[in-house]
T-cell receptor
Framework: EAGVVQSPRYKIIEKKQPVAFWCNPI?????LYWYLQNLGQGPELLIR????????DSQLPKDRFSAERLKGVDSTLKIQPAELGDSAVYLC?????????????FGPGTRLTVL | GNSVTQMEGPVTLSEEAFLTINCTYT??????LFWYVQYPGEGLQLLLK?????DKGSNKGFEATYRKETTSFHLEKGSVQVSDSAVYFC???????????FGQGTRLTINP
């Protein structure tokens, strides 16, 4: 079974430029998460989707970040414009039902460097 | 709010040594508890989990017991291998919040 796929794996951009990350969850997983992982820290949730509905986006900085999950499968996370402080690893995860007790399966992440 | 505190790293041990990585949590209600591992260049993988008090999670020789009285979920392994070198994250999930809250991670290095 294929795992969570993310692309690109690495991205280097200049500040004020836009950037987008893509995630393909495990087939059949209804719940999709985007996490932000700063260097030396644990991941922090940005947004959670149940199918195509964003049910928890309270930690998403909505002035510059946006996300979508069309058709309840793939998802895209966008930053526009990027700032130096956005340099981090962006992780996508999925789970078959709610993530309260079900395992969340993580992708390899996208490492963003903003210059 | 919910939070997880892990033993600060890095931790360096010799092969076959005994490992303990401490983890304590603060949460409302009865959270589920997890240990995730991140090997170099790879994504986070679930190592083990426990969903109620006194449950013991185990996998690949690692164990952790959900201790409600001490709000702890310490990770242990009796004899570590070089291949166990990785970053270990303790996490909780409160069903009401339905998200994982992670500790800051503990980097483990095992020398041959």
């Amino acid at each position: 079974e294929a795992g969570v796929v993310q692309s690109p794996r690495y991205k280097i951009i200049e500040k004020k430029q836009p950037v987008a990350f893509w995630c393909n969850p495990i087939s059949g997983h209804n719940t999709l998460y985007w996490y932000l992982q700063n260097l030396g820290q644990g991941p922090e949730l940005l947004i959670r989707y149940e199918n195509e509905e964003a049910v928890d986006d309270s930690q998403l900085p909505k002035d510059r970040f946006s996300a979508e999950r069309l058709k309840g499968v793939d998802s895209t996370l966008k930053i526009q414009p990027a700032e130096l402080g956005d340099s981090a690893v962006y992780l996508c995860a999925s789970s078959p039902r709610d993530g309260g007790t079900d395992t969340q399966y993580f992708g390899p992440g996208t490492r963003l460097t903003v210059l | 709010g919910n939070s997880v505190t892990q033993m600060e790293g890095p931790v360096t041990l010799s092969e076959e040594a005994f490992l303990t990585i401490n983890c304590t949590y603060t949460a409302t209600g009865y959270p589920s508890l997890f240990w995730y591992v991140q090997y170099p260049g790879e994504g986070l993988q679930l190592l083990l989990k426990a969903t109620k008090a006194d449950d013991k999670g185990s996998n690949k020789g690692f164990e952790a017991t959900y201790r409600k009285e001490t709000t702890s979920f310490h990770l242990e392994k009796g004899s570590v291998q070089v291949s166990d070198s990785a970053v270990y994250f303790c996490a909780l999930s409160n069903q009401g919040a339905q998200k994982l809250v992670f500790g800051q991670g503990t980097r483990l290095t095992i020398n041959p």
